[in-house]
């Protein structure tokens, strides 16, 4: 199975941000971005882990 990658800086992949919010307690971009590392680099992944967070919530 191919994991989806949203964060292409710091090879962050879907699933760890869906588990970052379902099981690390990631309720906002920043929480996200502690846990994961998403969004640190460049941030043009900034609004598809936004639509991963609301969707998830």
Known sequence: MEENIIC???NVS???IVHAI???GA???QDIEDITGAMS???SC???VE???QRER
Do not use: D, S
């Open 51 to 53: 639509k991963i967070l």
């Open 41 to 43: 680099g460049c941030g």
């Open 27 to 29: 309720v906002m971009l």
């Open 14 to 16: 879907e699933h760890e």
């Open 8 to 10: 292409n800086c710091m």
């Open 22 to 24: 379902k099981h690390q």
């Open 46 to 48: 900034t609004e598809e």
